[in-house]
Structure formats: structure tokens, C-alpha cells
């Protein structure tokens, strides 16, 4: 602290100058009476030790008349300045949906209630942009004015599916549908929402959008969406696929007869007798008699969830219950790298290499009419040449997509080798456990079992 001291008057100003003090020291006269201070006398004091702002008049009439000496008082202030805040958005519909159902009791899983998406009406208010603020100046006692920093605003959101308020700061739906936000995109999307039975009456559906059928689905009918698809019925035999992820509320029993395939995840009640390709994970009570191929995990909730019969393939692990079941029926799980997924990746190779061998011939085609059309030629044909460099750019979208899901495969067999399967109550014979091609049969029921490839051969130990 600085100190300046004028006869018994000592002002002390803070390091940051934003507080000064006041000490009046006890004043003796040259007979030995006491001495009052005089408030101008004081003042001038104060404003010599270059304190200008902020001064508490009132505490310095207050120290001189009750005579508050050898005490250091604030009496003058300053003000701090306020940074300003950065624009931010207020949203007016759920952003995030994790997508988990709830956990029942008895372990296993309420399909029914999960909810996946928002739904908004047009006209609904969606968002609200909250502009930045410049921030509020201050000053020290001394004078000194104190700049804030400003806010820093936002961009706006991108998307489609919105309109604006003239200002640009609210956003409203411009169409029924669901919507959707993630990293300063916001959009509304199609959904297409059937309240009944989708049958051959109804017809098959085919949807660039999401799906949301709250009745029952009934055999024969085909459902294509590039979004999710939502069944708040039960299924029977159909055809069902889905962009993304795919919910069964109430189950499907698919009569031998159903195929599902989801980009995304597949959540049912249960699963019976169908096929099943999935690029996600899938989750279910349980899983009987049907053939699935998931890239991800499979996962069998609750105390008495089960897989029996068909062959069931979990590529990241598979964990339930119970595997097989006391009729010792026969049960195939496979988890790991598979025969089928080594088969598929060297397939998406060599489709690979023969798209970039047909683009290189695609290409000495075109040079060769460029040649022919500088040089005038009559052979050239400018019909020909568009057809070539057409099946050019198709063949250069087929390499992008094959390399593309050949790198998703690449990843997923080396994610796989550490890939697991669990049977947390009960490994029964007549279940295969295949774990990276390496097969485990068990002689006897196994209570709580997990599985991993160990080198060439499968390690057994407790799932506890």
C-alpha cells in the first residue's frame, strides 16, 4: 500500500487503487485541549492523495464528528467493471434423448415408454437467441475508468425445417415433424406418424423420415424409413428397416418369416423367430429361434433373459442370462471376428480394387476422346464422352463408399478381439459358444459364465 500522511491525516490507497483509507490520528493542541478536524480541511487532504471518485462523504462527517481516531476506515470506493456475457440459445424442447429404457424390478427392460425423438407442431417456438452483452464500465477512486470485455456472440444455427422472427433471434417450426439439434445445426424433419394397424390394407410404407406406427404391424407388410422406426404394437411377419435406430414397444414374432435391418440400434421387448441385421447394438428381453447378425453387442436383460435356438452373433460380445435353456436346444452364439465378417471385409476389398481397375480404364478412355476432339477428329462423340465420365463419377462413389465401409470393418475386427460372451446365470449344453472362431461347448449347465479368446483357445471364468 502507498501511504501519504499530511499532518494527522493519513490517506492509504489499496495495490489496485479501487479502496482508499482514512486514519485521523488523536489531535492534541499546543495547550493540551483537544483538536477537531475540519471536513474541508479533510477533504482537500483526501483529493491531494489523488482519490477522486467514489468518496463517502457521509463516512468522513461520521469519523470527524464521533471522533473516530487511530482507526483505518474505507472511504472511498471504486466500482469493478462487469465482463459482458456471450450469446447463448435457450431451447424450448429437449435436446438430448439417451434413448435407455427403464429397468424393471425383476431386471428386465420397459421397451414401452423409451422415447427417441421430439415431436413439435409448425408455428411451435423451438429456440430463442439471447444477444451478448457489452459489459458495464468502472472506475477506480483515483479516476481511472475500467473497461469491460465484451461478450462474444453466436453464430447463427444451421439447418432447415425453421423459420426466423425478423430479428433473427427466435426460431419457429415451419413444418409438423420431429426435431433434431447437435453442434449449432437445428432441423425439423418429416415424421410420419400412422395411430393405427399398418396391414396390406395400409400397404407398404416408404419414407424419407422417421416412422412412428402406434398400432400393430401384420404379416406381409414392408417398412422402409431412412430414419427410425418406432412400433408401439406387436409385429408379426414384415419386412422392417430403418436408416437408424429401430424400436419394438411390444415385441415381434416373426413367424420365420420377418427380416429386420437397422443402421443404427434395435430395442424390442422380445425377439422370435426372424432374421436380424444390425449395425448398432441391440438390446431385448429376449432373443428365440432367429438368426442375427449384429455388429455390435448383444445384451439380454433381466433375471430370466434368454437366448435359445437359432444363431445369434454379437460381434463386440454378447451377455444374457441365460444361453440355451434345459431342453439342451441347440443354440449357436458367435462373438469376436467371425468366418462371416473376414468373408464380408475381403469381399469389400476386392470390390474395391476393381472399382479403382475400372476407373483407371474410365479415365485412358477420356484422354483418348480428348485427344480426338483437339485434334478435330470425326470420331469423336461428345454423347460417348458424357457416358464415360458419368460411369466415371459413379465408379469414384462406389471407392469412397466401399473404402469407407471397409474402415468401419477394419476397426470393428480390431475392436472385436476383445469381445466377450456372458451367461450371467446359466450356460446350458446344446449351446455353441463360438468366441473369434474358437468353439466352447459346455458338458453340463455352467452357472455364471464369461467367455474370451485367450490366445488359440477360449478362457473360461466366473461373469461375477
Known amino acids: 500500500m502507498g501511504e501519504n500522511e499530511l499532518d494527522s491525516i493519513v490517506v492509504t490507497l489499496s495495490e489496485d487503487k479501487m479502496n482508499a483509507f482514512l486514519c485521523l490520528r488523536t489531535p492534541y493542541g499546543i495547550d493540551g485541549a483537544d483538536k477537531k478536524y475540519n471536513y474541508e480541511e479533510v477533504l482537500e487532504r483526501i483529493k491531494e492523495c489523488g482519490v477522486k471518485m467514489g468518496i463517502n462523504e457521509q463516512k468522513i462527517h461520521s469519523m470527524i464528528d464521533n471522533k473516530t481516531y487511530d482507526s483505518t476506515e474505507i472511504i472511498a470506493s471504486g466500482k469493478a467493471s462487469q465482463d459482458g456475457e456471450d450469446g447463448e440459445y435457450k431451447f424450448f424442447f429437449e435436446t438430448k434423448h439417451n434413448g435407455k429404457p427403464v429397468v424393471n424390478e425383476d431386471g428386465s427392460v420397459d421397451y414401452y415408454n423409451i422415447k427417441l425423438f421430439e415431436l413439435v407442431t409448425k408455428g411451435q417456438k423451438l429456440v430463442e437467441y439471447i444477444p451478448h452483452t457489452n459489459g458495464v464500465f468502472g472506475f477506480d477512486v483515483c479516476g481511472k475508468l475500467l473497461i469491460p470485455k465484451p461478450g462474444r456472440p453466436k453464430s447463427r444455427l444451421r439447418g432447415r425445417g425453421f423459420t426466423l422472427n425478423e430479428d433473427e433471434t427466435e426460431y419457429y417450426a415451419a413444418i409438423d415433424g420431429k426435431v433434431e439439434y447437435k453442434n449449432m445445426d437445428l432441423n425439423v424433419l418429416s415424421v410420419l406418424t400412422i395411430d393405427g394397424d399398418v396391414s396390406l ?36 411377419g414384415s419386412v422392417i428397416k430403418a436408416g437408424k435406430d429401430i424400436i419394438f414397444k411390444d415385441g415381434i414374432n416373426g413367424k420365420g418369416i420377418a427380416y429386420v435391418e437397422a443402421g443404427g440400434n434395435i430395442k424390442a421387448k422380445f425377439l422370435e423367430n426372424l432374421n436380424i441385421r444390425c449395425h448398432g447394438d441391440i438390446e431385448a428381453n429376449y432373443i428365440l429361434n432367429s438368426a442375427v447378425m449384429c455388429y455390435g453387442k448383444v445384451k439380454v436383460a433381466g433375471k430370466q433373459g434368454v437366448i435359445h435356438g437359432g444363431d445369434v452373433t454379437g460381434i463386440l460380445g454378447i451377455e444374457a442370462a441365460n444361453l440355451g435353456n434345459d431342453a439342451y436346444v441347440s443354440t449357436i452364439i458367435r462373438a469376436g471376428e467371425t468366418k462371416a465378417l473376414q468373408s464380408e471385409y475381403a469381399s469389400l476389398l476386392m470390390k474395391l480394387k476393381r472399382s479403382k481397375e475400372d476407373v483407371k480404364i474410365l479415365s485412358a478412355v477420356l484422354d483418348k476422346l480428348d485427344i480426338l476432339k483437339k485434334a478435330g477428329s470425326e470420331k469423336y462423340n461428345q454423347k460417348t464422352y458424357d457416358e464415360v465420365f458419368q460411369s466415371k463419377i459413379i465408379k469414384n462413389s462406389e471407392i469412397s463408399k466401399f473404402d469407407e465401409n471397409a474402415k468401419i470393418l477394419f476397426e470393428l475386427m480390431a475392436k472385436s478381439s476383445s469381445a466377450k460372451v456372458v451367461a450371467n446365470n446359466l450356460l446350458y449344453p446344446g449351446a455353441k459358444v463360438f468366441v473369434s472362431n474358437s468353439l466352447y461347448e459346455a458338458k453340463e449347465p455352467i452357472k455364471g459364465v464369461m467367455l474370451i479368446k485367450f490366445g488359440d483357445k477360449i478362457a473360461v471364468s466366473s461373469s461375477d
Open 201 to 236: 390394407n395400409v400397404g407398404n410404407i416408404d419414407f424419407n423420415g422417421d416412422v412412428e406406427i402406434k398400432g400393430n404391424v401384420i404379416t406381409g407388410v414392408t417398412i422402409n424409413a431412412k430414419g427410425n422406426v418406432t412400433i408401439g404394437g406387436y409385429v408379426e
